[in-house]
């Protein structure tokens, strides 16, 4: 057999699949349909739905092993770059973002994230399932029994409490995969920002929170043997673009559908919805 000819063959044994190619396709383009209209219908971050989504599409087309939840992650925090920005350039047009708060917390958010990967890094997929299952259980029951009226204080916290806590919201939601808003919303409206504002700060709390960590993910090496094709690193490059260019075109559609219905029950089924995820995540992780 010729150089050439065994170069080829070597090439051809190297690329995917076409039919898991077609299959991971549509999958993704669902996924990331679906997570648009979601996030534009109840202000939820995607990755709340992006990460359990890409769970399911990378085990279904048999890609797995100890690293499988940290491609999630990754993945879901590169999606998560650019929405976050889209959607801070949105709300600052409108003079919502609150770049006190902002600069105040940015810091110590960015620490907690770049530890966030170190510890992703380090613990095995079905402990991040685990503290996935966990955590998502405590941000729904908040969405579903959550009041408005509740308060922790006057002002968003400075000094010693915003030194604990900044990081402590940049390491949790690098461990869910997920933006600001599952953590940051919650926060800033028990601390009195009124909630258009807090929303459009935790789009900030997105970026801070997703660059440094992909940077990290990127260089997390991932078994070649268990990775999807199209992976550098921990971040799945094929997701990332089909999920942005389907999150891009049907995030409108749920932006429309809010206006024309109103959205907090709507809330109360999908804080259901994520609460069963979080059991099922919890189940796997378990090993039942």
């Known amino acids: 057999m010729s150089t050439m000819t065994t170069s080829l063959v070597t090439t051809a044994t190297l690329l995917p699949d076409t039919g898991v190619l077609a299959q991971m396709a549509g999958l993704l383009i669902v996924t990331g349909a679906v997570a648009g209209v979601l996030a534009g219908l109840l202000g939820v971050g995607g990755g709340i739905v992006l990460v359990p989504a890409f769970f399911y ?131 800033m409206s028990l601390h009195a920002t009124p909630i258009h504002r807090a929303v459009a700060t935790a789009a900030g709390f997105g970026v801070i929170i997703a660059v440094p960590s992909v940077i990290g993910f990127l260089f997390v090496p991932i078994d070649t043997a268990v990775r999807p094709p199209f992976t550098v690193g921990a971040v799945n490059l094929a997701a990332f673009v089909v999920v942005i260019a389907m999150t891009l075109v049907t995030a409108p559609w749920g932006v429309k559908l809010a206006h024309a219905m109103d959205p907090k029950p709507l809330k109360r089924v999908f804080a259901v919805f994520l609460i069963l995820v979080a059991l099922n995540m919890l189940r796997k992780s378990l090993g039942f």
């Open 57 to 187: 599409v990378f085990q279904t087309l048999g890609y797995g092993g100890d690293q499988l939840m940290q491609m999630c992650l990754a993945t879901s925090l590169a999606t998560i770059i650019v929405t976050s920005l889209r959607s801070v350039f949105s709300h600052n047009k409108k003079g919502a973002v609150d770049w006190e708060i902002l600069r105040g917390w940015g810091p110590g958010i960015a620490i907690g994230a770049i530890i966030g990967v170190t510890v992703a890094a380090s613990l095995r997929s079905t402990t991040l399932q685990a503290l996935f299952g966990i955590l998502a259980l405590v941000i729904g029951l908040y969405m579903a029994l959550g009041r408005a009226e509740w308060r922790l204080g006057d002002a968003m916290p400075k000094g010693l409490r915003r030194a604990v806590a900044s990081p402590m919201v940049g390491l949790l939601s690098v461990l869910m995969g997920i933006g600001g808003g599952s953590f940051g919303v919650p926060l």
